[in-house]
């Protein structure tokens, strides 16, 4: 059974940093592409930041410059490192893990961490 769970989210505020981490269990993690979204009351889904298995990276331009995303397959853990917040990234994060090897790709998704960048 596939589980996300997401935890590191926090109220901050604005100029600070957060990371947050998403374990994953019952995955075969090193082979999965994985990502965070986010979404703020009243707005879409917004794609945060991906990585694919082979650990290349690209971030939604909003966040470019100041997040991270990062994974250690030994731990089986997704990072998102987040800095110099602003109020705007206020929002529900949320971790997911694609698994592109099966037609059609199947995400798994993480219940998602409440981050607050307020004063």
């Known amino acids: 059974q596939v589980q996300l769970v997401e935890s590191g989210g926090d109220l901050v505020q604005p100029g600070g940093s957060l990371r947050l981490s998403c374990a994953a269990s019952?995955?075969?993690?090193?082979?999965?592409?994985m990502g965070w979204y986010r979404q703020a009351p009243g707005k879409q889904r917004e794609l945060v930041a991906h990585?694919?298995?082979?650990?290349?990276?690209n971030y939604a331009d909003s966040v470019k410059g100041r997040f991270t995303i990062s994974r250690d397959n030994a731990k089986n853990t997704l990072y998102l490192r987040m800095n110099s917040l602003k109020p705007e990234d206020t929002a529900v994060y949320y971790c997911?893990?694609?698994?592109?090897?099966?037609?059609?790709?199947?995400?798994?998704w993480g219940q998602g961490t409440q981050v607050t960048v307020s004063s």
């Open positions: 019952g995955v075969i993690f090193s082979i999965y592409d």
């Open positions: 997911y893990a694609e698994d592109t090897v099966v037609v059609p790709v199947r995400t798994y």
């Open positions: 990585i694919t298995s082979g650990g290349k990276t």
